[in-house]
Protein backbone atom coordinates (compact mmCIF):
# COMPACT_ATOMS: atom_id res chain seq x y z
CA UNK A 1 0.00 0.00 0.00
CA UNK A 2 1.65 3.16 -1.08
CA UNK A 3 1.06 6.21 1.32
CA UNK A 4 -1.20 8.93 0.33
CA UNK A 5 1.27 12.37 0.09
CA UNK A 6 -2.78 14.38 0.15
CA UNK A 7 -3.45 11.99 3.15
CA UNK A 8 -0.29 12.60 4.93
CA UNK A 9 -0.58 16.35 5.17
CA UNK A 10 -3.87 16.41 7.00
CA UNK A 11 -3.27 13.70 9.16
CA UNK A 12 -0.25 15.93 9.91
CA UNK A 13 -1.81 18.66 11.48
CA UNK A 14 -4.07 16.26 13.33
CA UNK A 15 -1.80 13.98 15.01
CA UNK A 16 0.80 14.76 17.41
CA UNK A 17 3.02 12.31 16.63
CA UNK A 18 4.99 12.71 12.97
CA UNK A 19 6.05 8.78 13.33
CA UNK A 20 1.96 7.67 13.12
CA UNK A 21 1.25 9.02 10.01
CA UNK A 22 1.22 6.54 6.67
CA UNK A 23 1.67 3.60 9.08
CA UNK A 24 -1.29 3.75 11.54
CA UNK A 25 -4.01 3.26 8.11
CA UNK A 26 -4.07 -0.30 8.74
CA UNK A 27 -3.54 -3.79 10.65
CA UNK A 28 -1.35 -4.92 7.94
CA UNK A 29 1.63 -2.36 8.28
CA UNK A 30 4.62 -1.62 10.94
CA UNK A 31 5.69 1.35 12.14
CA UNK A 32 9.29 1.85 11.71
CA UNK A 33 9.90 1.39 15.55
CA UNK A 34 7.98 -1.95 15.03
CA UNK A 35 4.60 -1.30 16.52
CA UNK A 36 1.08 -2.03 14.59
CA UNK A 37 -0.87 1.04 15.58
CA UNK A 38 -4.17 -0.25 14.83
CA UNK A 39 -3.91 -2.62 17.40
CA UNK A 40 -2.48 -0.16 19.68
CA UNK A 41 -5.93 2.07 19.06
CA UNK A 42 -7.96 -0.87 19.65
CA UNK A 43 -6.65 -0.92 22.95
CA UNK A 44 -7.27 2.74 23.57
CA UNK A 45 -11.34 2.14 22.75
CA UNK A 46 -10.78 -0.63 25.82
CA UNK A 47 -9.60 2.05 28.23
CA UNK A 48 -12.66 4.91 27.27
CA UNK A 49 -15.04 1.99 28.43
CA UNK A 50 -16.07 1.75 32.13
CA UNK A 51 -14.08 -0.95 34.14
CA UNK A 52 -13.64 -4.69 34.77
CA UNK A 53 -12.77 -6.90 37.22
CA UNK A 54 -11.82 -10.42 37.55
CA UNK A 55 -10.18 -11.93 41.00
CA UNK A 56 -9.12 -15.48 41.40
CA UNK A 57 -9.62 -16.24 44.67
CA UNK A 58 -8.79 -20.20 46.06
CA UNK A 59 -12.31 -21.45 45.66
CA UNK A 60 -13.75 -19.69 42.69
CA UNK A 61 -13.39 -17.04 40.76
CA UNK A 62 -15.54 -12.99 41.24
CA UNK A 63 -16.33 -10.59 38.01
CA UNK A 64 -17.37 -7.08 39.10
CA UNK A 65 -18.42 -4.99 35.86
CA UNK A 66 -19.56 -1.16 36.88
CA UNK A 67 -21.89 0.05 34.16
CA UNK A 68 -21.59 3.69 33.50
CA UNK A 69 -25.89 4.60 33.34
CA UNK A 70 -25.94 7.35 30.69
CA UNK A 71 -29.46 7.91 31.00
CA UNK A 72 -32.46 7.56 33.45
CA UNK A 73 -34.39 5.55 30.74
CA UNK A 74 -31.96 2.86 30.68
CA UNK A 75 -33.89 -0.17 31.59
CA UNK A 76 -32.19 -1.58 35.07
CA UNK A 77 -30.07 -4.75 34.06
CA UNK A 78 -29.77 -4.18 30.05
CA UNK A 79 -27.20 -3.97 28.24
CA UNK A 80 -25.21 -6.96 30.55
CA UNK A 81 -21.95 -6.73 30.20
CA UNK A 82 -21.39 -10.47 31.57
CA UNK A 83 -21.85 -13.05 29.69
CA UNK A 84 -22.17 -17.37 30.46
CA UNK A 85 -20.34 -18.89 27.96
CA UNK A 86 -20.65 -22.47 28.70
CA UNK A 87 -22.08 -23.75 31.89
CA UNK A 88 -18.60 -23.51 33.74
CA UNK A 89 -17.26 -20.67 32.39
CA UNK A 90 -18.35 -16.41 32.23
CA UNK A 91 -16.57 -13.46 30.82
CA UNK A 92 -16.72 -10.05 31.83
CA UNK A 93 -15.70 -7.40 28.91
CA UNK A 94 -14.68 -3.93 28.61
CA UNK A 95 -14.50 -2.08 25.21
CA UNK A 96 -16.52 -1.82 22.33
CA UNK A 97 -19.86 -3.76 23.39
CA UNK A 98 -20.58 -5.08 20.11
CA UNK A 99 -17.09 -6.28 19.21
CA UNK A 100 -17.37 -8.06 22.76
CA UNK A 101 -20.76 -9.84 22.00
CA UNK A 102 -19.66 -11.36 18.54
CA UNK A 103 -16.70 -12.43 20.81
CA UNK A 104 -19.04 -14.38 23.15
CA UNK A 105 -20.90 -16.22 20.43
CA UNK A 106 -17.40 -16.90 18.97
CA UNK A 107 -16.46 -18.45 22.31
CA UNK A 108 -19.79 -19.69 22.98
CA UNK A 109 -19.54 -21.63 19.36
CA UNK A 110 -16.01 -23.17 20.28
CA UNK A 111 -16.68 -24.37 23.71
CA UNK A 112 -20.03 -26.09 22.43
CA UNK A 113 -17.88 -27.42 19.29
CA UNK A 114 -15.25 -28.78 21.96
CA UNK A 115 -17.71 -30.25 24.01
CA UNK A 116 -19.58 -31.97 21.23
CA UNK A 117 -16.10 -33.15 19.80
CA UNK A 118 -14.51 -34.73 22.88
CA UNK A 119 -17.48 -34.99 25.54
CA UNK A 120 -16.35 -32.90 28.34
CA UNK A 121 -15.99 -29.19 29.73
CA UNK A 122 -13.70 -27.16 27.52
CA UNK A 123 -10.17 -26.37 29.72
CA UNK A 124 -10.45 -22.55 30.21
CA UNK A 125 -6.80 -22.17 29.05
CA UNK A 126 -7.22 -24.17 25.96
CA UNK A 127 -10.69 -21.94 24.98
CA UNK A 128 -8.66 -18.45 26.22
CA UNK A 129 -6.08 -19.92 23.53
CA UNK A 130 -8.48 -20.52 20.73
CA UNK A 131 -10.46 -17.42 21.34
CA UNK A 132 -7.26 -15.10 21.69
CA UNK A 133 -6.21 -16.82 18.22
CA UNK A 134 -9.49 -15.66 16.48
CA UNK A 135 -8.42 -12.23 17.87
CA UNK A 136 -5.40 -12.34 16.70
CA UNK A 137 -6.41 -13.23 13.29
CA UNK A 138 -7.92 -9.78 12.86
CA UNK A 139 -4.83 -7.86 13.54
CA UNK A 140 -3.49 -9.24 10.43
CA UNK A 141 -5.48 -7.96 7.19
CA UNK A 142 -6.40 -4.08 5.86
CA UNK A 143 -9.90 -5.29 4.95
CA UNK A 144 -10.68 -6.19 8.83
CA UNK A 145 -9.90 -3.98 11.90
CA UNK A 146 -9.06 -5.17 15.46
CA UNK A 147 -11.75 -6.15 17.64
CA UNK A 148 -11.88 -3.10 20.45
CA UNK A 149 -12.62 -5.30 23.31
CA UNK A 150 -10.88 -6.98 25.82
CA UNK A 151 -12.52 -9.51 28.19
CA UNK A 152 -11.98 -11.77 31.05
CA UNK A 153 -12.85 -15.23 30.97
CA UNK A 154 -13.04 -17.64 34.46
CA UNK A 155 -14.26 -20.90 35.43
CA UNK A 156 -14.22 -23.08 38.58
CA UNK A 157 -13.46 -26.96 38.21
CA UNK A 158 -13.23 -29.80 40.93
CA UNK A 159 -9.87 -30.76 39.19
CA UNK A 160 -8.01 -27.90 37.88
CA UNK A 161 -9.50 -25.62 40.48
CA UNK A 162 -10.31 -21.34 39.73
CA UNK A 163 -8.48 -20.10 36.79
CA UNK A 164 -8.51 -16.68 35.19
CA UNK A 165 -7.55 -15.71 31.46
CA UNK A 166 -7.66 -12.20 29.89
CA UNK A 167 -7.50 -11.42 26.21
CA UNK A 168 -6.95 -8.24 24.45
CA UNK A 169 -7.35 -6.83 21.38
CA UNK A 170 -3.77 -7.82 20.05
CA UNK A 171 -4.54 -11.33 20.70
CA UNK A 172 -2.42 -12.86 23.86
CA UNK A 173 -4.22 -14.29 26.43
CA UNK A 174 -2.65 -14.38 30.17
CA UNK A 175 -3.85 -16.15 33.15
CA UNK A 176 -3.73 -13.82 36.35
CA UNK A 177 -4.50 -14.31 39.56
CA UNK A 178 -6.81 -10.78 39.71
CA UNK A 179 -7.18 -8.26 36.87
CA UNK A 180 -8.62 -5.14 34.99
CA UNK A 181 -9.59 -3.90 32.16
CA UNK A 182 -10.98 -0.32 31.36
CA UNK A 183 -11.17 3.25 32.18
CA UNK A 184 -9.81 3.28 36.36
CA UNK A 185 -7.56 -0.75 35.33
CA UNK A 186 -4.36 1.24 37.01
CA UNK A 187 -6.21 1.84 39.79
CA UNK A 188 -8.55 -1.12 39.91
CA UNK A 189 -4.80 -3.19 39.78
CA UNK A 190 -3.34 -0.99 42.92
CA UNK A 191 -6.56 -2.33 45.02
CA UNK A 192 -6.16 -6.05 43.90
CA UNK A 193 -2.54 -6.41 44.17
CA UNK A 194 -3.00 -5.27 48.41
CA UNK A 195 -5.45 -8.63 48.82
CA UNK A 196 -4.82 -11.38 49.65
CA UNK A 197 -4.92 -15.16 47.83
CA UNK A 198 -7.97 -16.56 49.32
CA UNK A 199 -10.60 -13.89 49.74
CA UNK A 200 -14.18 -13.33 48.56
CA UNK A 201 -16.82 -11.34 46.50
CA UNK A 202 -17.34 -8.27 49.13
CA UNK A 203 -13.81 -7.09 47.96
CA UNK A 204 -14.57 -6.97 44.45
CA UNK A 205 -17.43 -4.46 45.50
CA UNK A 206 -15.14 -2.09 47.34
CA UNK A 207 -12.49 -2.18 44.77
CA UNK A 208 -15.39 -0.74 42.55
CA UNK A 209 -16.42 1.66 44.18
CA UNK A 210 -13.23 2.87 45.28
CA UNK A 211 -12.12 2.93 41.79
CA UNK A 212 -15.37 4.52 40.38
CA UNK A 213 -15.17 6.95 43.07
CA UNK A 214 -11.87 8.36 41.16
CA UNK A 215 -13.40 8.36 38.15
CA UNK A 216 -16.05 10.69 38.98
CA UNK A 217 -18.86 10.17 36.88
CA UNK A 218 -22.67 9.94 37.85
CA UNK A 219 -24.09 6.96 38.48
CA UNK A 220 -23.55 3.32 37.79
CA UNK A 221 -24.94 0.09 38.26
CA UNK A 222 -22.89 -2.97 39.21
CA UNK A 223 -22.65 -6.28 37.98
CA UNK A 224 -21.36 -8.94 39.84
CA UNK A 225 -21.33 -12.41 38.94
CA UNK A 226 -19.31 -15.50 40.47
CA UNK A 227 -18.35 -18.93 39.71
CA UNK A 228 -16.74 -21.55 42.29
CA UNK A 229 -17.53 -24.39 44.64
CA UNK A 230 -20.11 -22.30 46.11
CA UNK A 231 -22.39 -22.37 43.05
CA UNK A 232 -20.92 -25.90 41.75
CA UNK A 233 -19.11 -25.23 39.08
CA UNK A 234 -21.92 -23.12 37.36
CA UNK A 235 -21.43 -19.52 36.26
CA UNK A 236 -24.52 -17.16 37.70
CA UNK A 237 -25.29 -14.02 39.10
CA UNK A 238 -24.26 -13.10 42.62
CA UNK A 239 -27.71 -13.39 44.23
CA UNK A 240 -29.39 -9.95 45.07
CA UNK A 241 -29.19 -10.88 48.60
CA UNK A 242 -25.64 -11.18 48.76
CA UNK A 243 -25.12 -8.44 46.19
CA UNK A 244 -26.76 -5.43 48.28
CA UNK A 245 -24.94 -7.29 51.60
CA UNK A 246 -21.67 -6.87 50.15
CA UNK A 247 -22.96 -2.86 48.37
CA UNK A 248 -23.80 -2.66 51.50
CA UNK A 249 -20.17 -2.88 53.42
CA UNK A 250 -18.60 -1.51 50.37
CA UNK A 251 -20.36 2.00 51.27
CA UNK A 252 -19.58 1.68 54.71
CA UNK A 253 -15.91 0.57 54.40
CA UNK A 254 -15.36 3.57 51.82
CA UNK A 255 -16.95 6.01 54.04
CA UNK A 256 -14.61 4.81 57.03
CA UNK A 257 -11.61 5.23 54.91
CA UNK A 258 -12.66 9.24 53.75
CA UNK A 259 -13.13 9.40 57.55
CA UNK A 260 -9.49 8.00 59.09
CA UNK A 261 -6.52 8.93 57.49
CA UNK A 262 -4.64 5.59 57.01
CA UNK A 263 -5.46 2.55 54.80
CA UNK A 264 -7.82 -0.03 56.50
CA UNK A 265 -7.30 -2.79 53.90
CA UNK B 1 -13.13 -68.16 -9.55
CA UNK B 2 -15.25 -71.21 -7.50
CA UNK B 3 -18.00 -70.29 -5.76
CA UNK B 4 -16.71 -70.24 -2.29
CA UNK B 5 -14.02 -68.23 -3.08
CA UNK B 6 -15.98 -65.19 -4.49
CA UNK B 7 -18.02 -65.64 -1.27
CA UNK B 8 -14.96 -65.23 0.64
CA UNK B 9 -13.50 -61.68 -1.15
CA UNK B 10 -16.84 -60.40 0.62
CA UNK B 11 -15.60 -58.44 4.38
CA UNK B 12 -13.20 -59.65 6.54
CA UNK B 13 -15.19 -59.69 8.90
CA UNK B 14 -14.27 -59.80 12.60
CA UNK B 15 -16.61 -62.03 14.20
CA UNK B 16 -14.78 -62.10 17.44
CA UNK B 17 -14.81 -61.99 21.02
CA UNK B 18 -13.73 -58.89 22.69
CA UNK B 19 -14.34 -57.97 26.43
CA UNK B 20 -12.78 -54.85 28.93
CA UNK B 21 -13.28 -55.06 32.57
CA UNK B 22 -12.44 -52.38 35.78
CA UNK B 23 -10.83 -53.65 38.31
CA UNK B 24 -9.44 -51.79 41.47
CA UNK B 25 -6.51 -49.62 40.43
CA UNK B 26 -6.90 -50.04 36.24
CA UNK B 27 -8.90 -51.67 33.45
CA UNK B 28 -8.67 -54.69 31.49
CA UNK B 29 -9.29 -55.16 28.27
CA UNK B 30 -9.10 -58.35 26.08
CA UNK B 31 -9.67 -60.48 23.24
CA UNK B 32 -9.32 -63.61 21.14
CA UNK B 33 -7.14 -63.81 18.18
CA UNK B 34 -9.04 -65.38 14.84
CA UNK B 35 -10.06 -63.59 11.65
CA UNK B 36 -12.63 -65.16 9.90
CA UNK B 37 -13.70 -65.11 5.71
CA UNK B 38 -16.71 -66.44 4.91
CA UNK B 39 -18.58 -69.11 7.57
CA UNK B 40 -15.38 -71.74 7.70
CA UNK B 41 -12.30 -69.70 6.45
CA UNK B 42 -9.64 -68.48 8.83
CA UNK B 43 -7.60 -65.52 7.21
CA UNK B 44 -5.52 -65.10 10.77
CA UNK B 45 -5.06 -66.77 13.98
CA UNK B 46 -2.85 -64.18 15.39
CA UNK B 47 -4.48 -61.07 14.90
CA UNK B 48 -3.97 -57.94 17.47
CA UNK B 49 -7.50 -56.76 18.10
CA UNK B 50 -6.16 -54.62 20.44
CA UNK B 51 -5.22 -51.42 19.37
CA UNK B 52 -3.29 -48.64 21.29
CA UNK B 53 -5.09 -45.20 20.32
CA UNK B 54 -3.00 -43.28 23.31
CA UNK B 55 -0.40 -43.72 25.95
CA UNK B 56 -2.68 -45.37 28.69
CA UNK B 57 -6.25 -45.60 26.47
CA UNK B 58 -6.73 -49.01 23.63
CA UNK B 59 -9.31 -49.76 22.00
CA UNK B 60 -10.84 -53.25 20.58
CA UNK B 61 -12.34 -54.00 17.67
CA UNK B 62 -15.39 -55.89 16.13
CA UNK B 63 -16.93 -56.13 12.72
CA UNK B 64 -15.48 -54.66 9.25
CA UNK B 65 -11.59 -55.28 10.07
CA UNK B 66 -11.33 -52.51 7.54
CA UNK B 67 -13.61 -50.00 8.76
CA UNK B 68 -12.36 -50.65 12.23
CA UNK B 69 -8.71 -49.81 11.26
CA UNK B 70 -9.71 -46.93 9.44
CA UNK B 71 -11.55 -45.34 12.34
CA UNK B 72 -8.93 -46.07 14.91
CA UNK B 73 -6.22 -44.51 12.63
CA UNK B 74 -8.47 -41.38 12.36
CA UNK B 75 -8.94 -41.25 16.08
CA UNK B 76 -5.42 -42.03 16.71
CA UNK B 77 -4.11 -39.00 15.01
CA UNK B 78 -7.36 -36.84 16.17
CA UNK B 79 -5.88 -37.84 19.56
CA UNK B 80 -2.78 -37.08 19.55
CA UNK B 81 -3.17 -33.80 18.37
CA UNK B 82 -5.80 -33.03 20.82
CA UNK B 83 -3.68 -34.07 23.49
CA UNK B 84 -0.70 -31.94 22.44
CA UNK B 85 -2.91 -29.20 22.21
CA UNK B 86 -4.41 -29.66 25.48
CA UNK B 87 -0.42 -29.79 27.23
CA UNK B 88 -2.07 -33.14 29.33
CA UNK B 89 -3.34 -36.85 28.42
CA UNK B 90 -6.78 -37.15 27.03
CA UNK B 91 -10.00 -38.62 29.02
CA UNK B 92 -10.64 -41.54 27.69
CA UNK B 93 -14.36 -39.91 27.59
CA UNK B 94 -12.47 -37.60 24.68
CA UNK B 95 -11.36 -41.20 23.22
CA UNK B 96 -14.83 -42.62 23.01
CA UNK B 97 -16.13 -39.51 22.00
CA UNK B 98 -14.05 -39.31 18.96
CA UNK B 99 -14.59 -42.45 18.10
CA UNK B 100 -18.37 -41.84 18.31
CA UNK B 101 -18.32 -39.04 16.19
CA UNK B 102 -16.57 -40.61 13.37
CA UNK B 103 -18.85 -43.48 14.22
CA UNK B 104 -21.67 -41.52 14.25
CA UNK B 105 -21.45 -39.26 10.99
CA UNK B 106 -20.28 -41.82 9.26
CA UNK B 107 -23.29 -45.04 9.76
CA UNK B 108 -24.17 -45.47 6.54
CA UNK B 109 -20.33 -46.47 4.98
CA UNK B 110 -18.70 -47.88 8.40
CA UNK B 111 -19.31 -51.73 10.05
CA UNK B 112 -17.74 -51.51 12.91
CA UNK B 113 -18.44 -51.55 16.92
CA UNK B 114 -15.57 -50.46 19.29
CA UNK B 115 -14.75 -50.94 23.12
CA UNK B 116 -12.50 -47.74 24.61
CA UNK B 117 -11.09 -47.92 27.33
CA UNK B 118 -8.25 -46.92 29.58
CA UNK B 119 -6.72 -44.84 32.76
CA UNK B 120 -6.75 -40.91 32.52
CA UNK B 121 -6.06 -38.86 35.90
CA UNK B 122 -9.64 -36.98 36.32
CA UNK B 123 -11.97 -40.27 36.14
CA UNK B 124 -9.15 -43.18 36.46
CA UNK B 125 -10.01 -46.31 35.16
CA UNK B 126 -12.94 -46.18 32.52
CA UNK B 127 -14.80 -48.84 29.43
CA UNK B 128 -17.40 -46.92 27.09
CA UNK B 129 -18.81 -48.60 24.69
CA UNK B 130 -18.73 -47.30 20.86
CA UNK B 131 -21.34 -48.99 18.88
CA UNK B 132 -22.42 -49.99 15.39
CA UNK B 133 -24.43 -46.82 15.17
CA UNK B 134 -22.68 -44.61 17.22
CA UNK B 135 -23.82 -44.49 20.52
CA UNK B 136 -21.81 -43.94 23.33
CA UNK B 137 -22.40 -45.79 26.55
CA UNK B 138 -19.94 -46.13 30.22
CA UNK B 139 -19.76 -49.33 31.65
CA UNK B 140 -18.33 -51.26 34.53
CA UNK B 141 -17.35 -54.38 32.53
CA UNK B 142 -18.87 -55.22 28.69
CA UNK B 143 -18.51 -57.76 26.26
CA UNK B 144 -18.83 -57.40 22.44
CA UNK B 145 -18.45 -59.41 19.22
CA UNK B 146 -20.15 -62.20 18.18
CA UNK B 147 -18.80 -64.69 20.62
CA UNK B 148 -20.07 -62.88 23.98
CA UNK B 149 -23.76 -64.06 23.23
CA UNK B 150 -22.25 -67.28 24.99
CA UNK B 151 -20.92 -65.92 28.23
CA UNK B 152 -23.40 -63.82 29.16
CA UNK B 153 -24.46 -66.08 31.95
CA UNK B 154 -20.95 -66.14 33.20
CA UNK B 155 -20.12 -62.62 33.37
CA UNK B 156 -23.29 -61.67 34.98
CA UNK B 157 -22.70 -64.49 37.48
CA UNK B 158 -19.17 -63.86 38.43
CA UNK B 159 -18.49 -59.78 37.76
CA UNK B 160 -17.68 -57.96 40.91
CA UNK B 161 -17.02 -54.81 40.93
CA UNK B 162 -13.31 -53.23 42.54
CA UNK B 163 -12.00 -56.87 42.00
CA UNK B 164 -8.07 -57.19 42.99
CA UNK B 165 -5.99 -57.77 39.76
CA UNK B 166 -5.29 -61.66 39.94
CA UNK B 167 -9.16 -61.67 40.03
CA UNK B 168 -10.04 -59.71 36.97
CA UNK B 169 -7.33 -61.68 34.91
CA UNK B 170 -8.97 -64.86 35.79
CA UNK B 171 -11.85 -63.46 35.28
CA UNK B 172 -11.15 -62.06 31.39
CA UNK B 173 -9.68 -65.34 30.76
CA UNK B 174 -11.78 -67.52 31.58
CA UNK B 175 -15.10 -65.87 29.94
CA UNK B 176 -13.14 -65.98 26.93
CA UNK B 177 -11.78 -69.19 26.98
CA UNK B 178 -15.59 -70.08 27.30
CA UNK B 179 -16.53 -68.15 24.20
CA UNK B 180 -13.75 -69.22 22.54
CA UNK B 181 -14.72 -72.81 23.53
CA UNK B 182 -18.26 -72.49 21.68
CA UNK B 183 -17.87 -69.84 18.97
CA UNK B 184 -16.59 -71.00 16.11
CA UNK B 185 -15.45 -68.04 14.87
CA UNK B 186 -13.81 -67.23 18.07
CA UNK B 187 -10.44 -68.56 18.63
CA UNK B 188 -6.51 -68.80 18.91
CA UNK B 189 -5.39 -67.05 22.09
CA UNK B 190 -6.15 -64.35 24.71
CA UNK B 191 -5.07 -61.52 24.15
CA UNK B 192 -5.06 -58.78 27.61
CA UNK B 193 -3.66 -55.97 28.26
CA UNK B 194 -3.66 -54.72 31.74
CA UNK B 195 -4.08 -50.69 31.74
CA UNK B 196 -3.39 -48.75 35.08
CA UNK B 197 -1.63 -45.58 36.25
CA UNK B 198 1.68 -46.74 36.60
CA UNK B 199 2.23 -49.23 33.36
CA UNK B 200 0.47 -51.01 30.12
CA UNK B 201 1.34 -54.60 30.40
CA UNK B 202 0.12 -56.91 27.34
CA UNK B 203 -0.52 -60.50 28.82
CA UNK B 204 -1.04 -63.17 26.48
CA UNK B 205 -2.27 -66.51 27.09
CA UNK B 206 -1.58 -69.42 24.38
CA UNK B 207 -4.35 -71.80 23.41
CA UNK B 208 -3.21 -74.62 24.88
CA UNK B 209 -2.58 -72.93 28.46
CA UNK B 210 -6.47 -71.34 28.87
CA UNK B 211 -8.62 -73.08 31.65
CA UNK B 212 -10.14 -75.92 30.87
CA UNK B 213 -14.34 -76.31 31.39
CA UNK B 214 -16.40 -79.24 31.72
CA UNK B 215 -17.76 -78.93 27.98
CA UNK B 216 -14.11 -80.21 27.26
Known amino acids: ?265 | MDGITYQCLGLLQLKTTILAVKFNGGVIIGSDSRASMGESYVSSKTINKLIQVHDRIFCCIAGSLADAQAVTKMAKFQLSFHSIQMESPPLVKAAASIMRELCYNNKEELQAGFITAGWDRKKGPQIYVVSLGGMLLSQPFTIGGSGSTYIYGYVDAKFKPDMSLEEAIQFSTNALALAMGRDNVSGGVVHLVVITEAEVKHVVVPGNKLPKFHDE
Open chain 1, 1 to 265: VLPLLSHCSLTMIAVQMKSHCEYDLSASTFSPDGRVFQVEYAMKAVENSSTAIGIRCKDGVVFGVEKLILSKLYEQGSNKRIFNIDRHVGMAVAGLLADARSLSEVSREEASNFRSNYGHDIPLKHLADRVAMYVHAYTLYSAVRPFGCSFILGSYDEDDGPQLYMVDPSGISYGYWGCAIGKAKQAAKTEIEKLQVGVNILYIHIDIYIVHDEVKDKAFELELSWVGEVTKGRHELVPKDIKEEAEKYAKESLEEEDDSDEDNM
